[in-house]
Every structure is written in structure tokens, then in C-alpha cells.
Nanobody, 127 residues
Framework: QVRLVDSGGGLVQAGGSLRLLCAAS????????MGWFRQAPGKERLFVAA????????YYADSVKGRFAISRDNAKNTMYLQMNSLKPEDTALYYC????????????????????WGQGTQVTVSS
């Protein structure tokens, strides 16, 4: 059974940093694209960042470019999202996701393209 567990969220002041983790089990994710999405209350789920199977290429939403960094350690079946210079508008529930259909390709940015999801980790940024 495939399981994604995301963690690392919390409450932080504006300008602070957090590091999210996504641990995958039940399947080797090293060949597949992975992504992070976020959803604020009453709003749609939005793309944040994605990474190719090797970690060689990364993609970001314009709103987080230059502040967030996605990475992965395939040996540990773990993906990360380093979030710096956090803003109150970054407040949301953050989800990691796996695209099991995307083996070796460019990551997709639409949430409905992804197959498995973590349970979400809350990030709250106070002003």
C-alpha cells in the first residue's frame, strides 16, 4: 500500500523559515515526478513546486520562486520543501503528491494529474 506522509509544518512569523518533509512508503518513488501543493480555507488547491525523478529539474509557482526550494533524496524515499522568507499569504495546508504516471518526464502542475497524496501539514505565517 502506497503511503505519503508529510510533516514539518507549524506556526512561524513572517520572514521565518520552515522545512517540510514527505516520506513515501510502499513504493519506490525514485523514478517518478513529485510535487507540493497548498490549499487555503475556501480556496482551490494550488501548485507550489515540483521536481523530476532525479532532482535535476525543479519548477515553482511564481508566488514562491526565489523563496522556496524543493529537493529529494531517492535513497531515503523522501522529498523536501525548504520555505524561506515566509509571508502571511503562504498560510495553507501543504500536501505532497506523487505522479505515478510520470516516469522520467517533466513534472505537471495540475493537481488532478497526481495520484497519491499526503495527509497535509498546516503552515501558518503570522504578520
Amino acid at each position: 500500500q502506497v503511503r505519503l506522509v508529510d510533516s514539518g509544518g507549524g506556526l512561524v512569523q513572517a520572514g521565518g523559515s520552515l522545512r517540510l518533509l514527505c516520506a513515501a512508503s510502499g513504493r519506490d518513488f525514485s523514478d517518478y515526478a513529485m510535487g507540493w501543493f497548498r490549499q487555503a480555507p475556501g480556496k482551490e488547491r494550488l501548485f507550489v513546486a515540483a521536481i523530476t525523478w532525479s532532482g535535476g529539474d525543479t519548477y515553482y509557482a511564481d508566488s514562491v520562486k526565489g523563496r522556496f526550494a524543493i529537493s529529494r533524496d531517492n535513497a531515503k524515499n523522501t522529498m523536501y520543501l525548504q520555505m524561506n522568507s515566509l509571508k502571511p499569504e503562504d498560510t495553507a495546508l501543504y500536501y505532497c503528491a506523487a505522479d505515478w504516471k510520470n516516469k522520467g518526464g517533466r513534472p505537471r502542475t495540475a493537481w488532478y494529474e497526481y495520484d497519491d497524496w499526503g495527509q497535509g501539514t498546516q503552515v501558518t505565517v503570522s504578520s
